[in-house]
C-alpha cells in the first residue's frame, strides 16, 4: 500500500534550531523543489512527514522482539515516509548489545573536504539531519523499547515513484533469488532478468532492487563457489553414477591439481551410440562460458532423424593432445565400435588426432563453413556472379569427373587461377565434395552445425 508524502513544513528564521522550529507550526508556500531545497537549507527548515498510517509509526514506549525486528520496522517506516536508514552508534554489556540508534543515512554534519585533482572528488554525503530512532533493552525480558524518535528531517524527501531506489530499501529476496538461478541456469542475461521481473512486479518501482544489487548477488555467488566449482563438479557427476552405474565421466587435472579437461557420457547417450553411431558429428564452441572452457559436444542423428547426443566434454585447449585425450574417453565410453564418418569442421589439430585415433573412419569437412568461407575469400562482384555456379558444381556433380570438370571451367571463367584458398579446397576435395564423399553412409548430413 502506498501512502501519500504529505508534510508539514515548519520554519522559523536563525538562529533558532531544528528543534525549536518544531513548534512554530508556519507553512510557506510551495516553490519548486531545487528552489525549496535552497530555501529550506538557508531559513533552517524541518520537514515532517504527514498522513502516515498510525500503526506504521514509532511511538515512545513500543517493544520490538529483536533489533532485526526494529531495524525491520523503521526501515519499513522510512520507505513509506521517502528516506533511508543506516545503522548508528550502540552501546554493550558484555556481549549483549543494551541499546542501538538507527539514523537517517546522511545523518551528521556537513565536510567539504579540497581534494587533489588526482583524487576522486566524492560528493557530500551527510546533510545534518537528526531522524533517528533509539532503542534500549528492556529491564525485564528480552524485548527493546523504544525511548526515543525524532520524526523531523532538515531535507526534501525522497517521492514514493524514486524510495525504491534508496539504499536500505533495496533488497534481492528470496523470490528474486530463485528466479535469478533459473534463469541463470537458462543462460538469460541480467539485463533481460530485469524485464521480466519489471513485467512481473507492475514497474520498476515495485521491484525492490536495482540492476545493480542483482548483478552484486551474482558477484557474490561467484566468490562463493570461487576454488570450490570443480570439487562441485565432480560430486555432482559421482551423484549421478550412484544413481545409474552405466553414468561415465573422466576429469583430467593438472600438475598444480587444476581442472583441464573432462568428458562424460550417460547410459542413453551410450545406447544412442550403440544404434546410430555410425556417423559421429563433432565441433566445439569456443569461450562460451564464464570460464573460458571449451564445450564439445559429440552427436548424431537417429533413425527419425532427430539429433541424439553422444557424449559431451570441456577442454581447456584445442590442441592435439586435448583431442587425443578427448577420443580415447570417448572409445572407452561407447560399448560399439569407431565410427565410419566423422564430421568437423576445418581444425588441423583436430584432424591430427582423428587420424591417430580413427584411422578407418571418413574424416569428412563441414560443408557448411566451407561454403560459408566464399562471401570472405572471394570479391562482393565474383561472389554475386559466380557463387551460383559453385554451388552447382558442388552439389550437382554426379561423380568425381563431373566435378574436376565443372570447378576447373568455373576456375577458367572467373580467372581465379591463382586464389590460394580455391587451390587448397581444391586439394581437399575429397574430404567434403560430395560426389567424393558418398560411397561412405552420412545419415544424410553434410555440416556439424547439428552439434
Known amino acids: 500500500m502506498e501512502f501519500s508524502q504529505t508534510l508539514t513544513l515548519i520554519q522559523s528564521p536563525p538562529p533558532f534550531s531544528a528543534e525549536q522550529l518544531n513548534t512554530t507550526g508556519k507553512r510557506p508556500n510551495s516553490p519548486s523543489e531545487m528552489a525549496l531545497e535552497s530555501y529550506s537549507t538557508a531559513l533552517n527548515i524541518c520537514y515532517i512527514p504527514h498522513r502516515v498510517e498510525e500503526e506504521h509509526i514509532p511511538k515512545i514506549g513500543q517493544q520490538f522482539h ?11 517506516y522510512a520507505k513509506h515516509v521517502g528516506f533511508s536508514i543506516r545503522s548508528g552508534s550502540s552501546r554493550k554489556k558484555g556481549d ?11 545523518e551528521g554534519e556537513k565536510v567539504i573536504k579540497n ?14 539531519c537528526n531522524a533517528k530512532l533509539v532503542v534500549v533493552k528492556a529491564q525485564k525480558g528480552s524485548d527493546y523499547v523504544v525511548t526515543s524518535f525524532v520524526e523531523g528531517h532538515t531535507h526534501i524527501l525522497t517521492s514514493p515513484r524514486r524510495v525504491h531506489l534508496l539504499r536500505s530499501q533495496r533488497r534481492v529476496n528470496s523470490p528474486h533469488k530463485s528466479l535469478l538461478h533459473t534463469f541463470s541456469a537458462a543462460n538469460i542475461s541480467t539485463h ?17 532492487c536495482t540492476e545493480a544489487d ?13 576454488g570450490h566449482d570443480a570439487d562441485m563438479l565432480n560430486e555432482h557427476f559421482m551423484f549421478e553414477q550412484e544413481k545409474n552405474s552405466s553414468f561415465t565421466f573422466t576429469i583430467k587435472a593438472d ?10 557420457a550417460d547410459a542413453t547417450s551410450k545406447k544412442a551410440y550403440k544404434f546410430f553411431g555410425d556417423v559421429v558429428i563433432f565441433d566445439t564452441t569456443y569461450n562460451t562460458n564464464k570460464y573460458g572452457l571449451i564445450f564439445a559436444p559429440i552427436v548424431g542423428v537417429n533413425n527419425h532423424w532427430q539429433t541424439v547426443m553422444f557424449g559431451c566434454a570441456f577442454l581447456s585447449g584445442e590442441t592435439t593432445d586435448s583431442f587425443v585425450w578427448l ?14 564418418m566423422i564430421i568437423t569442421g576445418q581444425d588441423p ?6 587420424a591417430q585415433l580413427f584411422p578407418n573412419a571418413l574424416h569428412r569437412y563441414c560443408s557448411w563453413h566451407i561454403l560459408n568461407k566464399f562471401s570472405e575469400k572471394l570479391n562482393a562482384i565474383s561472389l554475386k556472379v559466380y557463387y551460383e555456379d559453385f554451388k552447382k558444381c558442388i552439389w550437382n556433380s554426379e561423380s568425381n569427373e563431373e566435378f574436376e570438370s565443372d570447378w576447373l571451367n568455373i576456375i577458367q571463367k572467373c580467372d581465379f587461377q591463382d586464389n590460394g584458398w580455391l587451390n587448397t579446397m581444391y586439394g581437399l576435395r575429397e574430404r567434403w565434395v560430395p560426389a567424393y564423399v558418398r560411397h561412405v553412409f552420412s545419415a544424410g548430413m553434410s555440416s556439424s552445425q547439428r552439434a
Open 255 to 264: 600438475s598444480e591439481n587444476k581442472f583441464t579437461h573432462c568428458f562424460w
Open 115 to 128: 581534494n587533489d585533482d588526482k583524487k576522486r572528488r566524492r560528493g557530500i554525503t551527510r546533510e545534518g
Open 327 to 340: 577420443f580415447e574417453q570417448f572409445l572407452k565410453a561407447m560399448p560399439a565400435s569407431p565410427p565410419k
Open 66 to 76: 529483536s533489533l532485526d525486528d526494529a531495524r525491520k520496522f523503521y526501515n519499513k
Open 96 to 106: 549483549e548489545i543494551i541499546k542501538k540508534i538507527y539514523n537517517y543515512c546522511k
Open 192 to 208: 533481460q532478468t530485469m524485464t521480466v521481473l519489471e513485467l512481473q512486479a507492475g514497474g520498476l518501482e515495485n521491484i525492490g
Open 349 to 354: 589439430a583436430m584432424s591430427n588426432a582423428i
Open 214 to 226: 542483482i548483478r552484486n548477488y551474482e558477484r557474490d555467488l561467484r566468490k562463493l563457489v570461487d
